[in-house]
């Protein structure tokens, strides 16, 4: 603290004039809210108490999905132990792990992604689509989420799983396009007012072509030709929201899940990502003018995210400051899109740091509160970002942190607290898929 040089030799205080009744109990005052003060700063700053909701999920008698410790699992299994059904299940969940593909990653535990595979699986399991979590908060339908898990679905062979996720978006997106935040999974609407979040066609866009591009070549005309009112609803959606000067989409709420007053990198990427999306699904069936429409729009959009959130560092909000980076940087960059601009990947190698945790994991974002937890859905998607720019070493060191901050029975929760432990709802969709596509693209066969 500095003092002034003058403070040294001044004369003391004349404590006579504080002996009246009124100074003192004015300065009692004083006293009680420093303390106070004191006291909520600390408070502020104390790590916060996040609870593991349970060990994993796992099928119980008549295929009933349960919230389970890790004594209660069969080891290797996501079923229940001692259940009139458990040996029935144990076969199935086998039965559908053989009918597909489990990438090998050369030094990483093939533990984590067969229990994310497994995970995915019983996320799905009542609705036929997967919630993003299995505790009540989380049991819900998040676009986003769907993206990622129908991308991992497709990915490792279970396209059929793929496709009922695109199938769901489809029945719940409205003729407008927009979707909401989230759904109930059994298709009856919305749960809350959350409101549309306008970062939805992207995903739906990007979710359809990544499934298109795992299946036959033949079979990829019918499959869009399946799936054509979700992409013209969702591509006609995306340019509604860009056709103005700017060629940038309105304020929305995006992953952060908060009201926004301005454009956020996030959700403008994803419309560049869809849109980009959109012209390779029109092609494939032939639809010319749908397709340079889509490829114009794209072009436009992405010149005007360089030149609107290039200039500042690619923050997370329009005119903010580059320290804010978030997930928005990765939207930019292989596998949302096949583009990979050097001044994003140079703001996305940065953006690691501004994102750091204690226990070693990412925060949503640079500006996000410094309470010290570590998100898993943002380390994997970074995770990802590595693997499909061909970084292969901070891939898999991401995934290696994942792996070492798994709970007991073998999930990735939502969070990791600052001294390491699991938190919040386990599993967690989003993080479960962003694994599997992960190991997919580190993996030989997947190459």
Not at 258 to 285: C, D, F, N, Q, W
């Amino acid at each position: 603290m500095a003092v002034a040089v003058g403070a040294l030799h001044a004369p003391g205080p004349d404590l006579a004039r504080f002996h009246r009744p009124g100074v003192l109990i004015a300065l009692s005052l004083l006293l009680v809210l420093a303390l106070a003060g004191v006291g909520i700063t600390a408070a502020r700053f104390r790590p916060p108490a996040v609870p593991l909701h349970a060990d994993t999920i796992a099928l119980g008698e008549g295929g009933v999905v349960h919230e389970a410790a890790a004594a209660e699992v069969v080891p290797g299994t996501r079923v229940l132990a001692g259940t009139a059904d458990t040996d029935r299940l144990i076969a199935e969940q086998r039965q559908w792990l053989s009918a597909g593909t489990i990438p090998e990653v050369p030094g990483l535990d093939r533990a984590l992604v067969v229990d994310a595979l497994l995970d995915l699986h019983v996320l799905g399991q009542t609705h036929g689509v997967p919630v993003a979590g299995w505790t009540p908060a989380w049991r819900y339908v998040w676009p986003r989420d769907s993206a990622f898990a129908a991308s991992a679905l497709a990915r490792t062979g279970h396209v059929a799983d793929a496709e009922r996720i695109l199938d769901f978006l489809g029945r719940m997106q409205p003729a407008a396009g927009e979707f909401e935040a989230r759904y109930r999974p059994d298709g009856s609407g919305v749960p809350d007012a959350r409101g549309v979040q306008l970062d939805g066609v992207g995903w739906a866009l990007w979710a359809t072509a990544q499934v298109a591009g795992e299946i036959a070549p033949a079979d990829r005309p019918a499959f869009v030709q399946r799936h054509r009112a979700l992409v013209d609803r969702s591509t006609a959606a995306a340019l509604r929201a860009i056709d103005n000067p700017r060629a940038l989409p309105p304020a929305s709420a995006d992953y952060w899940e908060v009201a926004e007053r301005r454009p956020t990198l996030s959700t403008t990427a994803l419309l560049a990502a869809g849109l980009e999306s959109a012209g390779g699904l029109y092609a494939l069936i032939g639809d010319v003018p749908s397709q340079r429409t889509a490829v114009g729009a794209t072009e436009r959009l992405r010149a005007s995210i360089l030149i609107n959130f290039g200039r500042s560092g690619f923050p997370r909000r329009l005119g903010g400051r580059s320290d804010s980076v978030d997930l928005g940087v990765n939207f930019l960059l292989p596998p949302f899109t096949a583009q990979a601009d050097p001044t994003v990947i140079a703001a996305w190698r940065q953006s690691g740091s501004a994102l750091s945790r204690p226990a070693g994991g990412l925060a949503p974002g640079g500006s996000w509160r410094r309470d010290g937890i570590s998100w898993t859905n943002v380390t994997a998607t970074h995770a990802l970002t590595a693997a499909a720019l061909g970084e292969p070493t901070t891939a898999l060191a991401r995934l290696d942190w994942l792996d070492r901050h798994r709970t007991v029975a073998g999930s990735v929760p939502e969070k990791v607290l600052a001294d390491g432990s699991p938190a919040s709802v386990a599993p967690l969709a989003w993080t479960a898929a962003a694994v599997i596509i992960t190991a997919d693209s580190l993996s030989p066969a997947g190459e």
